[in-house]
């Protein structure tokens, strides 16, 4: 089992920065790959950033490209997302979430196999 809890969202104005933060708990953290991804109301969750075991490998989706950047420090257990630049579309619940590497795509939720409860992100115009 792996525990993991967000934190650090909230309401900023368009054009401010946010920084999201997951913590985990239980197995090793390190054997996992992590990702955030987030959901708006009446739309499907979508993939955001993915980070390897090792810092190695970091993934963006083309929406966070040049404005976000996913970090993780194995020794705090901690996997972290820097959002600048924000605008209104990136209003959503941000959720991170683990998974075993080399288990496929690391856009698709599917291959995620513990979740966090979430952490609401609301841009105003």
């Known amino acids: 089992q792996v525990q993991l809890v967000e934190s650090g969202g909230g309401l900023v104005q368009a054009g401010g920065s946010l920084r999201l933060s997951c913590a985990g708990s239980?197995?090793?953290?390190?054997?996992?790959?992590m990702g955030w991804f987030r959901q708006a109301p009446g739309t499907e969750r979508e993939f955001v950033a993915a980070i390897s075991r090792s810092r190695d490998y970091t993934y963006y989706a083309d929406s966070a490209k040049g404005r976000f950047t996913i970090s993780r420090d194995n020794a705090k257990n901690t996997v972290v997302l820097q959002m600048n630049s924000l605008k209104p579309e990136d209003t959503a619940v941000y959720y991170c979430?683990?998974?075993?590497?080399?288990?496929?795509?690391?856009?698709?939720?599917?291959?995620?196999?513990?979740w966090g409860q979430g952490t609401q992100v609301s841009v105003s115009s």
């Open positions: 979430a683990a998974r075993r590497p080399y288990s496929g795509s690391y856009s698709d939720t599917r291959n995620y196999d513990y």
């Open positions: 239980g197995r090793t953290f390190s054997d996992w790959a």
